[in-house]
């Protein structure tokens, strides 16, 4: 499943990796490592020993660094060599974040209809726009909050 991401997806670009343009098939397989991340993110203290990336071992994670690995290289236009691993924790942390929420942004869109401005390769991995969004859509937060504090209301 993995390779056949990388074929029909991936391949095409940045663009195709916006939770916007992706089936619902990746969508879904991309939100629920999104979900784990964010539900970490806001039960667990962040410490020094453990890496966001451990999140990702498995297939649903698999995916989803395929996607943000691709979008940070064509963001910063890095070599199609490039690891994701040399990126700087902060950059790492941020960028996976900012991809998780917009994530379950798309997912909350297509389950309850509530309408969110989709990004753009350019302010994918823009904190500031998510912060904006959230706070002119008050829906947005309480959704957000119970699908992530562990309340599981809203799952998918």
């Known amino acids: 499943m993995l390779s056949d991401f990388m074929d029909h997806v991936v391949a095409r670009g940045a663009e195709a990796l916006l939770p916007h343009n992706l089936s619902d098939t990746w969508l879904e397989l991309i939100y629920r490592a999104s979900a784990r991340f964010l539900r970490h993110l806001a039960q667990a203290p962040r410490t020094e020993e453990a890496s966001p990336l451990d999140l990702f071992e498995d297939l649903d994670g698999s995916i989803f660094l395929a996607a943000i690995t691709e979008i940070l290289q064509s963001r910063y236009d890095y070599p199609a060599y ?36 989709h990004p753009d390769a350019d302010t994918l991995l823009e904190p ?7 706070s002119e859509t008050p829906r947005l937060s309480q959704l957000l909050h119970e699908i992530f504090s562990g309340s599981g209301e809203g799952e998918s």
């Open 82 to 117: 490039f690891q994701i691993e040399a990126l700087p924790e902060e950059v790492l942390f941020e960028s996976i974040a900012c991809y998780a929420m917009y994530a379950a942004l798309e997912d909350i869109f297509r389950k309850h209809g509530l309408v969110y401005p």
């Open 128 to 134: 500031q726009v998510l912060r904006e969004i959230e």
